[in-house]
């Protein structure tokens, strides 16, 4: 259930773009085929941001003080433990997948099931994998990019890796009553969430991009190659000496 509305808009996404590919030069330049089709749906997501999300995440941040949302968020961060350390194991990073297991562990006990991050007072650190970061560190290119529809930019390989976290959610195999009510709200807590944490700077990008669209495609580009790289330099911008 929670999941349906995100495989309806890769379905219509698919529908949208097809034939739709353009010869522009720069579109090309950018691995952006589809940027015709990509600036509509970027069009109609944002215009949805705007008279939805957006005044729903300021409203939350108004409304709920900083000690609760804090609590939201590391409960969402701790739920998605069992995703990062497998994806920490994919990518052979024992160390990073050693911090997972005792960020949740400690966090899931002393933390209250993740509502306080004890885990950073004793010095360990947080961080996030998944399974498109993954196909990154083996070396799977992002493939086109692509804008999907109430999704924001998602290429295929970040699509394919969205598919298999869902696999490796050991919450996705747990069934009671009401579940997919507890999924659905689960889902749309973690955008507010995202949203939220993220009003201001959002804001600004906008504000000052000259070309909204290009920006974002810009900077959701280098945020997943550092996230690929754990924020580590990347050599290829290393000058040559």
């Known amino acids: 259930m929670r999941h349906r509305s995100s495989i309806l808009a890769i379905m219509a996404l698919g529908i949208l773009v097809a034939g739709c590919a353009t010869?522009?030069?720069?579109?090309?330049?950018?691995?952006?085929?589809?940027?015709p089709t990509n600036r509509a749906i970027f069009k109609i997501n944002t215009q949805m941001d705007n008279?939805?999300?957006?005044?729903?995440?300021?409203?939350?941040?108004?409304?709920?003080?900083?000690?609760?949302?804090?609590?939201?968020?590391?409960?969402?961060?701790?739920l998605d433990s069992p995703v990062t350390l497998g994806n920490d194991i994919l990518q052979g990073e024992?160390?990073?997948?050693?911090?997972?297991?005792?960020?949740?562990?400690?966090?899931?006990?002393?933390?209250?099931?993740?509502?306080?991050?004890?885990?950073a007072t004793f010095g360990i650190p947080a961080h996030s994998e998944d399974f498109g970061q993954t196909l990154g560190v083996w070396g799977v290119g992002e493939g086109y990019y692509l804008v999907v529809?109430?999704?924001?930019?998602?290429?295929?390989?970040?699509?394919a890796g969205d598919g298999v976290d869902i696999f490796m959610d050991p919450l996705t195999y747990t069934k009671f009553h009401g579940s997919d009510t507890w999924y659905a709200v689960r889902s749309?807590?973690?955008?507010?969430?995202?949203?939220?944490?993220?009003?201001?700077?959002?804001?600004?990008?906008e504000r000052t991009s000259i070309d909204f669209y290009a920006t974002t495609r810009s900077l959701y580009r280098q945020y997943r190659n550092a996230e690929i790289r754990n924020g580590k330099p990347d050599p290829q911008d290393s000058p040559d000496l």
């Open 23 to 35: 010869h522009d030069p720069e579109a090309v330049s950018q691995n952006d085929p589809y940027e």
């Open 51 to 78: 008279a939805v999300a957006k005044p729903v995440a300021k409203f939350y941040n108004h409304a709920v003080p900083q000690l609760a949302r804090d609590g939201v968020h590391n409960f969402l961060v701790n």
């Open 94 to 119: 024992a160390s990073r997948a050693g911090q997972t297991l005792s960020r949740f562990a400690l966090n899931s006990t002393l933390g209250i099931g993740g509502l306080v991050d004890v885990a």
């Open 149 to 159: 529809p109430f999704m924001g930019p998602a290429p295929p390989r970040d699509l």
């Open 188 to 205: 749309g807590v973690g955008v507010l969430d995202l949203r939220a944490r993220n009003v201001d700077t959002v804001e600004q990008i």
